[in-house]
């Protein structure tokens, strides 16, 4: 499986409607990879939710990244917190949230394929999570750890000053799922 430069992080809490549509829209803006977060839901609607946004990526040759060790048994992809266990067995695609260097260097030494690190910027998304590490702390972090998605108030003319910090793509929740054309502007910023 090849490593996207755009992951979408769901959050149906900052939806216009529903989280299904507005996954749609982003898949058909371009997103290929989408983390399916919504960690409240009780396991069984969770799947069930699932289900319905690997059917909106299956044509497109997407991908669902389920979050959390809860439910992530036989699933293809799988993105931990910082605190997760590792699964056995392991996901064909396994991501970890990280906050530091230490947290990095243990995903690398896990053998992680990707790893979130966040906030870069603060968030309306997450309020009060940091303090951000900006451009700076971003680009001392990076070399830490495996591949790294930029994550935390990214928008699409952040990308490329995380680009050049040496993160490998960018992490989106919240302005994707306000406005989920603006993958468009994400996926021209990591191209250009």
């Known amino acids: 499986m090849s490593l996207p430069r755009l992951l979408v992080l769901t959050d149906r809490t900052q939806c216009r409607g529903s989280l299904t549509a507005t996954v749609a829209a982003a898949v058909d803006a371009g997103a290929r990879a989408v983390v399916l977060r919504e960690k409240d839901l009780p396991l069984a609607e969770r799947s069930r939710l699932a289900g319905q946004l690997q059917a909106l990526l299956d044509p497109v040759g997407g991908v669902l990244v389920w979050a959390g060790a809860a439910g992530s048994a036989g699933r293809t992809a799988v993105h931990l917190s910082a605190a997760d266990p590792l699964p056995a067995p392991r996901p064909g695609w396994l991501g970890r949230s990280c906050h530091s260097a230490a947290e990095l260097t243990r995903a690398r030494a896990e053998g992680v394929d990707h790893a979130f690190l966040s906030p870069v910027f603060l968030t309306t998304s997450k309020p009060g999570h940091g ?3 900006g451009l ?3 680009a001392e972090l990076v070399p830490h750890g495996p591949p790294v998605f930029a994550l935390g108030g990214i928008g699409p003319d952040d990308v490329p000053g ?3 910090a040496g993160a490998w793509g960018v992490a989106v929740m919240g ?3 306000r406005d ?4 468009r502007d994400h996926l021209a910023a990591l191209a250009g």
Request: with cysteine; aromatic share 0%.
């Open 162 to 164: 995380c680009l050049a």
């Open 136 to 138: 700076p702390g971003l």
């Open 175 to 177: 302005g994707v799922m």
């Open 131 to 133: 303090p951000a590490l």
């Open 180 to 183: 989920p054309a603006s993958v």
